[in-house]
């Protein structure tokens, strides 16, 4: 008879509440499922071909998620950020030593919450907005990144500099990817174009407050013990190897 073993997983509720997920996606639920590290997944960790790729944090928390039919594509950035900080409370503990401006402090990650959204301004299974900009006659649509988008605009802002190493696009890459039609048209040339040519600065920055003001995600404003303030939290190599110095 073989034996039978028994893996622990638990049950995190993810920022966006499943909202913006298909139906047929099990992410609509709300809720994923993970399991703890194991050593398989501490294999992943040191991983160098994965480390040099910039894919390890992904590689791991695939391997963690255990809901089944999960396309990891269309997981939205602040749902993978909550999906993150479990598994790091899940397979190190909820304290987090961490360096910030020079002062060594401990975070108690089971503290991070996530932040609310207004349900009621949400269509079930729709991930799109509408917004007229404050400074000029035009109206836009746009979207919240997940997974996918991610990767696309990070190779993109790669390509760029691949040309020329002094263009940095990043601020207006993502924009070109947040926004799904300009006065209607969801032509992707037009909505380049409009960025690139007729899109304000000062409406640039309502669209990143309004996409602020909608996007599901974990607060990660942290006050730790001696701070006047509450700082970002920097997620160093300590986050998932914790014997590392910082």
Do not use: C
Not at 19 to 26: A, G, K, Q, V
Not at 32 to 51: C, G, S
Not at 152 to 164: F, P, S, T, W
Not at 181 to 189: F, I, Q
Request: hydrophobic residues 35%; charged residues 30%; aromatic residues 8%.
């Amino acid at each position: 008879m073989e034996p039978k073993f028994k893996l622990p997983t638990e049950t995190v509720e993810l920022p966006s509440k499943g909202l913006f997920y298909p139906e047929s996606s099990p992410l609509s639920s709300g809720v994923i499922e993970m399991k703890y590290m194991t050593a398989r997944e501490e294999d992943i960790l040191t991983n160098q071909n994965y480390i040099q790729k910039g894919v390890v944090i992904d590689k791991l928390l695939q391997s963690l998620i255990v809901t089944e039919g999960v396309n990891y594509n269309i997981l939205l950035s602040g749902d993978k950020n909550a999906i993150m900080i479990a598994a790091r409370i899940l397979a190190y503990g909820k304290d987090y030593e961490v360096d910030i401006n020079g002062r060594q402090a401990t975070i108690d990650l089971t503290e991070l919450s996530n932040n609310e959204i207004d349900a009621t301004s949400v269509t079930k299974g729709q991930n799109e907005f509408s917004f007229k900009l404050p400074n000029t006659d035009n109206s836009i649509t746009f979207k919240l990144l997940n997974h996918k988008d991610e990767k696309e605009i990070e190779r993109e802002i790669k390509g760029l500099q691949k040309l020329n190493k002094d263009n940095i696009t990043t601020s207006t890459t993502r924009l070109k990817h947040i926004i799904t039609s300009v006065n209607g048209s969801t032509e992707n040339k037009d909505i380049r174009e409009f960025v690139d040519n007729y899109l304000l600065a000062k409406d640039a920055r309502a669209i990143r407050e309004e996409y602020k003001k909608v996007n599901p995600d974990v607060d990660l404003t942290v006050y730790p013990e001696g701070f006047e303030e509450g700082v970002d939290l920097p997620i160093t190599v300590g986050f998932f190897w914790p014997d590392s110095k910082f």
